[in-house]
């Protein structure tokens, strides 16, 4: 089975992600991946605690996540698979992360980026980052909660005036 | 589906079920009560039973409130009945979240006991089992 849903969103293991997505997908795996969350040991430990046990949690440095998928421990698991930002999904997908669909779920503003809805907000790097991941295979959406529609993101940032 | 109403002093409820739609999104089958200071008894308690009753199928109703002894869940009180109306004090958001969450083929009974534990599973001091 493996990856059942891949998301962005800058909050990684949150309440929308355990309360909505987990139960909605089925998941029995949470995969975070993440260079900086795999380095701190608080932020990791606090992550791990908050998931509710019978679930399984790996959390690892881009890196350390493409070797697990390609070692295909994970496969006979229902995995939700988290990147914090568009520069890691796709350098993921360079790294060999077989996912074939992205979810925008939260990318909140910062300094430069638009914001294209209640909870997306993209700059020119994001957007490039999108079209040359979407160049590779995977369908992007954004869909904040499961009973949100999914939307195209290309609907969502032809506002841009870019 | 079993019906959710929330019963609390102000708006606490109301702002409750706002923050779980902020979780899970919209929600249906849910309604809040939350008591003034000049709502009489005899408010509150047609209050209560027209939110009930606006939540209910045959599936039946919980009632949670915010806390054992207060107006709202004295007046709730009232409304207990074995597989229609189940009562559960201290309402909290893991809570209610675990009651969008975990409804499917349990009885009304069943489902009361889940979440008054989880409720207070809830719960934690942090500090006890994370090391900074």
């Known amino acids: ?162 | 589906m079993i019906g959710l109403v929330i019963a609390t002093h102000a708006n606490l409820g109301a702002e409750i079920l706002l923050a779980t739609e902020m979780i899970i999104g919209a929600l249906s089958q849910a309604r809040a009560v939350g008591i003034r200071k000049e709502d009489s008894v005899e408010e509150i308690r047609s209050a209560v039973a027209g939110a009930i009753d606006d939540v209910s199928d045959n599936e039946g109703v919980i009632v949670m409130t915010d806390m054992f002894g207060g107006t709202p869940s004295n007046i709730s009180l009232a409304f207990l009945e074995p597989d229609r109306v189940e009562v559960l004090t201290g309402v909290n958001l893991p809570m209610v979240l675990k009651f969008f969450n975990s409804q499917e083929g349990l009885s009304l009974a069943e489902l009361a006991l889940l979440l008054q534990s989880y409720g207070q599973q809830g719960i934690t001091l942090p500090s006890q089992f994370l090391n900074r």
């Open chain 1, 1 to 162: 089975m493996s990856i059942v849903l891949t998301r962005i969103d800058s909050r990684l293991i949150h309440g929308q992600v355990l309360e909505a997505w987990v139960p909605y997908i089925h998941a029995n795996c949470i995969v975070v991946a993440n260079d900086t969350v795999a380095a701190a040991s608080f932020q990791k430990n606090l992550m791990r605690a908050a998931v509710p046990r019978g679930i399984k949690v790996v959390i690892g440095t881009l890196a350390e996540i493409a070797a697990l998928f390609s070692s295909h421990d994970l496969d006979p698991l229902r995995v939700l698979l988290l990147f914090a930002s568009s520069e890691d999904a796709l350098r993921a997908h360079r790294l060999g992360i077989p996912f074939e669909a992205l979810n925008l779920g939260n990318m909140h503003g910062g300094e430069g980026k638009v914001r294209l809805s209640c909870t997306i907000a993209l700059d020119g790097s994001d957007i490039a980052n999108l079209t040359n991941l979407e160049v590779r295979g995977p369908k992007i959406v954004s869909q904040c909660v499961p009973s949100d529609r999914e939307q195209d993101w290309r609907k969502l940032i032809q506002h841009m005036g870019q």
